[in-house]
C-alpha cells in the first residue's frame, strides 16, 4: 500500500507559478511510476505529467509542455509539479498518483492522493 499526500495548491493569478508536491508514505517509493493528473469541474479525470521511477524518464499533455515540470527526490519520498506561465484554464483539483506500470491512462495507477485545488484567475 501506497499512501500520497499532496499539498501546495492555491489561487494563483494567470502567468504565475505553483509548485504543487505530493510525498508517498513507505519504503518502496522509488519502485513506482508517479503521475499527475487534473480534474476541472463536470469533466473527466485528464492526464497531465509522468515520471519513472528513477526520474530519467518523464513525459507531458501536449497542453502542458514547456510550461509544467515533473521531478522527483527518491530520497525525500516526493514528486513535485511545477507549473509555471499558468492559465486560466488550468484550474482544476490535481491529484498525484503511484504505480508500477508505465501508462498513461489513470486506469494503470492504482494509489492515489486526495487532491489539491488549484484556481487560476485571469
Known amino acids: 500500500q501506497v499512501r500520497l499526500v499532496e499539498s501546495g495548491g492555491g489561487l494563483v493569478q494567470a502567468g504565475g507559478s505553483l509548485r504543487l508536491s505530493c510525498v508517498a508514505s513507505?519504503?518502496?517509493?522509488?519502485?513506482?511510476?508517479m503521475a499527475w493528473f487534473l480534474q476541472a469541474p463536470g469533466k473527466e479525470r485528464e492526464f497531465v505529467a509522468r515520471?519513472?521511477?528513477?526520474?530519467?524518464?518523464?513525459d507531458y499533455a501536449d497542453s502542458v509542455k514547456g510550461r509544467f515540470t515533473i521531478s522527483r527526490e527518491n530520497a525525500k519520498n516526493t514528486v513535485y509539479l511545477q507549473m509555471n506561465s499558468l492559465k486560466p484554464e488550468d484550474t482544476a483539483v490535481y491529484y498525484c498518483?503511484?504505480?508500477?506500470?508505465?501508462?498513461?491512462?489513470?486506469?494503470?495507477?492504482?494509489?492515489w492522493g486526495q487532491g489539491t485545488q488549484v484556481t487560476v484567475s485571469s
Open positions: 513507505g519504503p518502496t517509493f522509488s519502485t513506482y511510476a
Open positions: 515520471i519513472n521511477w528513477s526520474g530519467g524518464s518523464t
Open positions: 498518483a503511484a504505480g508500477r506500470i508505465w501508462g498513461l491512462s489513470d486506469k494503470v495507477f492504482p494509489y
